[in-house]
């Protein structure tokens, strides 16, 4: 992977149990080697090695909560993994501080066993943060300009069942592009290498940043559809045309919503005088999950829709 070179608000029904692995770095103290001390949390090297310097290690430079973060240095190639996931649509979430004067930083995200990473997150300088889809060899979205020195907050969605990957940075979508992470190739793994990747070049530098707060959250697992005999969406998945009959519902004036799965609202609608209606929708949505929700003054529907 790192030898390719590129050619140029639903209220309810929420669940909150649905994160998959955490690490806040609270448990270490400064200078701890993660490979040795953070082995049970997945922590672990490139080459298989423990207490190398291969290693992450635990740090009290900067921190965005609490006292201590993750650092990757030159000569770093760590590994935070699980048990690969092969299905559904997963929420990456990191803090991400570069310092002043840094190489960048490259955060490549793959299979358990680092077969294969299919994307990744890289940093140029200290400035200029971008993420790939490898196998297109394609950027997704446009290059963000960063401030050195400072906590950046980036999601990556994977969406496996329909090989979309979203880049967030800053609670602001930079774009959807692909993935490679499907039934052949889980999600296990994310690759923290002390290293700054230029893909256009594939030159390389040693690097220093630091990371915090990384989560994954399986977010079909959050979502809890209700009512849905009343309310049947179809067909699903869609390219962005179709209809929702309500069954025998009747109501005279309700609130619809449709929301991506970061929560935020991309449409919405008033409808009146509904009697076992089917309701028509054309909408240039992006490529993934969307919660459906439906409300008036004493019945919620909440229903699943994927945009191919």
Not at 53 to 81: P, V
Not at 86 to 97: H, I
Request: charged share 15%; hydrophobic share 40%.
């Amino acid at each position: 992977m790192k030898n390719l070179i590129l050619c140029a608000a639903i209220a309810l029904p929420l669940v909150f149990n649905a994160q998959l692995m955490s690490e806040n770095f609270e448990t270490y103290v400064d200078g701890d080697i993660l490979s040795i001390v953070g082995s049970s949390n997945g922590w672990g090297e490139w080459n298989g090695g423990s207490g190398t310097a291969e290693s992450n290690t635990a740090s009290s430079m900067f921190a965005y909560s609490g006292d201590f973060s993750g650092k990757a240095i030159g000569g770093n190639n760590g590994l935070w993994t699980w048990t690969d996931i092969t299905e559904g649509t997963l929420k990456f979430s990191m803090q991400l501080y570069v310092p002043d004067e840094s190489n960048g930083a490259f955060i490549g995200l793959g299979d358990a066993a680092m077969t294969s990473q299919p994307n990744s997150i890289n940093v140029l300088g200290d400035s200029l943060l971008f993420a790939l889809d490898w196998g297109a060899q394609a950027l997704i979205g446009s290059p963000v300009t960063i401030v050195s020195d400072s906590w950046i907050a980036i999601d990556f969605i994977l969406d496996i069942d329909n090989q979309t990957a979203e880049f967030i940075v800053d609670g602001t979508s930079i774009g959807t592009g692909g993935t490679a992470f499907g039934t052949s190739l889980g999600f296990g793994g994310i690759n923290f290498w002390g290293e700054a990747l230029n893909p256009f070049t594939g030159t390389q530098l040693p690097a220093e940043y630091y990371f915090d707060d990384l989560s994954i959250v399986d977010l079909l697992a959050s979502v809890e559809e209700e009512n849905t005999s009343s309310m049947h969406i179809s067909p699903n998945p869609s390219n962005g045309q179709f209809s929702i009959s309500f069954n025998n519902y009747d109501f005279e004036k309700a609130k619809m919503t449709i929301s991506n799965i970061t929560g935020a609202v991309v449409y919405s609608e008033s409808l009146n005088s509904v009697s076992n209606a089917i309701k028509n929708f054309n909408l240039e949505l992006n490529s993934g999950l969307y919660i459906v929700r439906v409300t008036d003054d004493s019945n919620e529907f909440t229903s699943r829709i994927v945009i191919k």
